[in-house]
């Protein structure tokens, strides 16, 4: 009876600690706080996982190019654009047919300039001269005289020094102190032409210049000539 007994007790005992155990062992998985929060869904947690994995992935292929872009190719392309910025100006490229016009209108400018100095014949008697003529208005004038007819002029002797004689017109005078020399020819008064052989200084207008005095003072005397202007 009492080997009963101590039996029963040693079961009740035994069971009592596996009792025990259970309770323990069941406890930290009661206590354990859950990851997830009450009442969050599960999908928020999958979304904001995609959304970190695609953050991770655009940073990655960033940093790729980054990497990949060599020295050379940084260096061509800052070759690139200086040699743009050196063709262009003001932003737009000249064209070579525009540049190639541009030099034409300037040698045509130049060859305006040659044609536009003029020369006309100074007849003395027998002897001709050639003279260059002056750009002005007066000399305008005094050219468009003479491509109607040549000008004829009786000329007197003044001071042994100059020849002066009537136009019988008016030309558009532009005067100033001139200390003229042999071979000058100039208007005077408006309307009086004067070709020297010797000097004066007086306020006169300039018309042209003699070129070649050889026989100049011995075709024009001492005495009144007939002095014929007309371009050659």
């Known amino acids: 009876m009492k080997k009963f007994w101590a039996l029963l ?10 009792a025990c155990g259970n309770i323990q062992a069941q406890m930290p998985v009661d206590q354990a706080e859950s990851p997830l929060e009450e009442g969050a869904p599960l999908s928020d947690f999958s979304e904001e996982s995609e959304n970190a994995d695609v953050q991770s992935e655009a ?17 061509n392309e ?17 064209p070579e047919m ?12 130049q060859n305006g300039a040659e044609e536009a100095v003029m020369n006309m014949k100074v007849q003395v008697g ?17 050219v468009e005289m003479m491509r ?8 007197s002797d003044y001071s042994g020094f100059e020849k002066v004689g009537s136009l019988g017109t008016s030309l558009p005078a532009s005067n100033s102190q001139t200390t003229t020399h042999a071979g000058d020819i100039v208007l005077y008064n408006g309307n009086q032409i004067v070709i020297f052989y010797g000097s004066n200084s007086w306020s006169y207008t300039r018309l042209g210049h003699v070129d070649d005095l050889t026989g100049w003072e011995e075709a024009l005397g001492s005495g009144d000539v007939t002095v014929t202007f007309s371009l050659e």
């Open 9 to 18: 007790c040693m079961v009740i005992v035994i069971f009592s600690m596996a």
């Open 59 to 75: 940073m990655d292929s960033t940093e790729t190019k980054a990497e990949g872009m060599q020295p050379d190719t940084i260096s």
């Open 78 to 94: 800052s070759e690139n654009m200086t040699e743009s910025a050196a063709d262009t100006e003001d932003g737009e490229t000249v």
């Open 98 to 109: 525009e540049m190639s016009e541009t030099v034409g209108t300037e040698a045509d400018i």
């Open 126 to 142: 027998d002897a001709v001269f050639s003279a260059t003529l002056e750009e002005n208005e007066a000399v305008a004038s005094f």
């Open 148 to 155: 109607e007819n040549p000008v004829s002029i009786q000329m």
